[in-house]
């Protein structure tokens, strides 16, 4: 009778068998053993290239609590592109940004028609145009 540490080995060695009779043998070596001091250096050049890129977005994509609303430094610093649909005019405020991505209008409207009755704006009511 096998003592339990050689049945546990027998049974990895079967799956690795089985893996690489699948797979190929390439899956079953030791990573360390196709690697030198060359790839090293390029996994490490990698690796700034890729927390660097990665420390960039993030700073993009920092949340900043604007009135009770979460936006990114990026939506705040970028130039507003249309207009107010329910009043026409063209936003000029970081807040305007903010309630046209969120309510679909600036913050003017926002307070004027929004504020306190979300739930009605939600459900599509805007005001009359001859107003």
Do not use: H
């Amino acid at each position: 009778m096998k003592d339990k540490n050689t049945k546990e080995l027998d049974r990895i060695a079967a799956f690795e068998k089985a893996i690489s009779q699948k797979y190929g043998k390439e899956t079953i070596q030791n990573p360390r053993s196709q690697w030198d001091k060359e790839k090293e250096k390029d996994y490490i050049e990698q690796m700034k290239d890729f927390y660097k890129a990665k420390s960039l977005k993030e700073k993009w994509q920092d949340k900043i609590n604007v009135n009770g609303i979460k936006a990114t430094k990026k939506l705040l610093n970028r130039e507003s592109l249309r207009t107010c649909p329910v009043c026409g005019k063209f936003p000029k405020k970081s807040m305007d940004d903010v309630c046209l991505l969120k309510f679909d209008c600036c913050n003017r409207c926002y307070i004027q028609y929004v504020e306190g009755r979300e739930d009605r704006w939600k459900e599509g009511w805007r005001p009359s145009e001859n107003k």
